[in-house]
């Protein structure tokens, strides 16, 4: 495990005080471990969960070669360019049935889908193509080509290959693919326990009346659905007073408890409360100005062998940090090995204004254009605390480090919120 100051010396141009998203990003990725421990898991409960070992093909999918298409196999040697084909009907073929006998020139056999190829037969006509007469069928010149309409042994998945790789997200597709290997059981990575809490004496837990100069507290939940979707174990603290007591307790707990702790709020600059003096006693932690909007402020380090995130205490800036930063950290936590999803390119609709030297996050609703083409406009108000923006958004546009302002036609990055937030 590197400490904060190992860490902050191995990166170039390391600024805390004016931090670039690309290099927290980098930072995390040298803070955090993947889990070690796996654990056996049937094919219902695998989903979300990351393999902890690459899964080989016991066997072939197809396990045979077999017909694509309803229709007519025959043998395609006897197929010549200019003239149709005739060949009698030897019997009917369906899917799970098997056919022994040979099948002599001139003969085909009608088939259905995934019925096993008879041997001898390669090519499969579907049955739209085909005149049926009392003799059998007539193939029309020139539409077949040896092979077509025909599946391969092993296409999918060859008997002896890896079929899943170790670190691959249980996706529904992957589901799926084991099954159709036969396999009902997988070794995945334990799952990464994650606990979380809000802090500030103004922030109101559910439940409790209504105050002057409070409010309620909206980044436990936005957190616990992040979490949940992520598919981590979630251990909810609920709001911490701001009495140095009741932090340290706080801290000391979720770092007996969980792989990471994520709290929310108390880092900014000019906090006079004590969550960032108890996360300075406690661990190892290093405090930042990132270059961003919005967040800026976040604590990131150790409390025992916990990972650390202090997020900011505004709504939005909370989600932001957690897809920008917490999300890709998480994963890695969790064993993960996919790759950040691309960003899409979209047309912004509007004029956007933007200083170079941080990266901006602005909430972005992404549609298609008549002309077919992805188009973006923001939802107005980009203020840190307006989450109702976020419910708006189907994605944030991002506005790179070095970019200024943005014409109105111009295309810009965006990452899309889908199934994730
Ligand atoms: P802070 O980062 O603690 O200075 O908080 C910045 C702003 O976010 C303040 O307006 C806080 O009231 C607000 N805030 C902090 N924590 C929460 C929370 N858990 N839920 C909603 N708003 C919060
Ligand atoms: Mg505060």
Known sequence: MKTIATIAAELQGYDPQALRVDAVNAFLSRLVEPVTTQ?????????????????????????????????????????????????????????????????????????????????????????????????????????????????????????????????????????????????????????????YFSTGDEILSLGQPPREGAVYDSNRYTVFGLLSRLGCEVIDMGVVRDEPSVLEAAFTRAAQQADAIITSGGVSVGEADYTKLMMKKLGDV??????????????????????????????????????????????????????????????????????PGRTEYQRGIVSTGVDGTLQVQTTGNQGSGVLSSMVQANGLIVLHHDQGDVASGDSVDVMMFDGVV
């Not at 930063?325 to 936590?333: E, I, S």
């Open 39 to 195: 654990e056996s898991v049937g094919i219902f409960q695998a989903l979300g969960r990351v393999l902890a070992q690459d899964v080989i093909s016991p066997i072939s999918v197809p396990a045979h070669d077999n017909s694509a298409m309803d229709g007519y196999a025959f043998d395609s040697a006897q197929l010549s360019g200019d003239a149709p084909l005739k060949l009698a009907v030897a019997g009917t073929l369906r899917a799970g049935a098997g056919w022994a006998l040979p099948v002599a020139p001139g003969a085909c056999v009608k088939i259905m889908t995934g019925a096993i190829m008879p041997s001898g037969l390669d090519t499969v006509v579907p049955q739209e193509f085909v005149s049926v007469n009392d003799n059998g069928i007539t193939i029309p010149a020139g539409l077949l080509h040896a092979g077509d309409n025909r599946r391969l042994r092993g296409e999918d998945l060859m008997q002896g290959q890896p079929a899943l790789r170790k670190g691959q997200l249980l996706t529904p597709a992957a589901l799926g693919l084991l099954a159709s290997l036969g396999i009902e059981q997988v070794a995945v990575w334990r799952k990464l326990r994650v606990a």
């Open 286 to 355: 290093a405090f930042w100005k990132i270059a961003m909007r919005p967040g800026r402020p976040m604590a990131v380090g150790r409390i025992g062998n916990a990972v650390l995130f202090g997020l900011p205490g505004n709504p939005v800036a909370v989600m932001v940090t957690f897809l920008a930063f917490v999300r890709p950290a998480l994963l890695q936590m969790m064993g993960s090995t996919a790759a950040a999803p691309p960003l899409l390119k979209a047309n912004s609709m509007e004029l956007l204004r933007k200083k």
